[in-house]
């Protein structure tokens, strides 16, 4: 599975941004998807998942509530709308897909200003 994430930016705080993760690849139905981030100085760390039908979605603390993840296995999407963002939330954003195996895809830089 090869994966392009996209829809990073600068925001002010309170906004939202949506980005997107297109996947190509047969196995993309059949996986499970995340979406990680890692901030300047920190370690990756897990945002959101969703299972792959779509049927299951699990969240960080941090995010729950403002984040939704969301997929389109027709069109091999994954989506993470993100809402009330905060500073906090400035990171450089991955997609992930996880099968028998695991592949990211590149990042996509989320400021948020304040």
């Known amino acids: 599975v090869q994966l392009q994430a996209c829809g990073g930016g600068l925001v002010q705080a309170g906004g939202s941004l949506r980005l997107s993760c297109a996947a190509s690849?047969?196995?993309?139905?059949?996986?499970?998807m995340a979406w990680f981030r890692q901030a300047p100085g920190k370690e990756r760390s897990y945002v959101a998942r969703i299972s792959f039908s779509g049927g299951t979605t699990y969240y960080a603390d941090s995010v729950k509530g403002r984040f939704t993840i969301s997929r389109d296995n027709a069109k091999n999407m994954v989506y993470l709308q993100m809402n009330s963002l905060k500073p906090a939330d400035t990171a450089m954003y991955y997609c992930r897909a996880e099968s028998s195996i695991v592949f990211w895809g590149q990042g996509t830089l989320v400021t948020v200003s304040s």
């Open positions: 690849g047969r196995t993309f139905s059949s996986s499970a």
